[in-house]
């Protein structure tokens, strides 16, 4: 059995900072690809930051130069580090781990997402 779960996000001005954080636990193997994903309302799902397990980073032009992905392979962990923040980065956040569990087979697992809203 596989979890991830979310922590971090919230409320905060525009031009604040946000943490997010998402760890993996359970029955695994090894953690492939993990990232952000947003979603707002009526809208697809679409990718903000992605990091590999070597450490290769992946971002959304919308949010280069002030969010920051990274990850503690250790504890199974991803981070996003949220920096002058927007009211339109304001919908709800997903973290997404590529696992590979006891039967050495790379499943998707996601996060149950986390509201982040920024007030003008």
């Known amino acids: 059995q596989v979890q991830v779960v979310q922590s971090g996000g919230g409320l905060v001005q525009a031009g604040g900072s946000l943490r997010l954080s998402c760890a993996a636990s359970?029955?695994?193997?090894?953690?492939?690809?993990m990232g952000w994903y947003r979603q707002a309302p009526g809208k697809q799902r679409e990718l903000v930051a992605a990091?590999?397990?070597?450490?290769?980073?992946n971002y959304a032009d919308s949010v280069k130069g002030r969010f920051t992905i990274s990850r503690d392979n250790a504890k199974n962990t991803v981070y996003l580090q949220m920096n002058s923040l927007k009211p339109e980065d304001t919908v709800v956040y997903y973290c997404?781990?590529?696992?590979?569990?006891?039967?050495?087979?790379?499943?998707?697992?996601w996060g149950q997402g986390t509201q982040v809203t920024v007030s003008s």
């Open positions: 359970g029955r695994i193997y090894s953690i492939n690809t």
């Open positions: 990091i590999t397990r070597g450490g290769t980073t």
């Open positions: 997404k781990a590529e696992i590979v569990g006891s039967d050495y087979i790379a499943h998707d697992y």
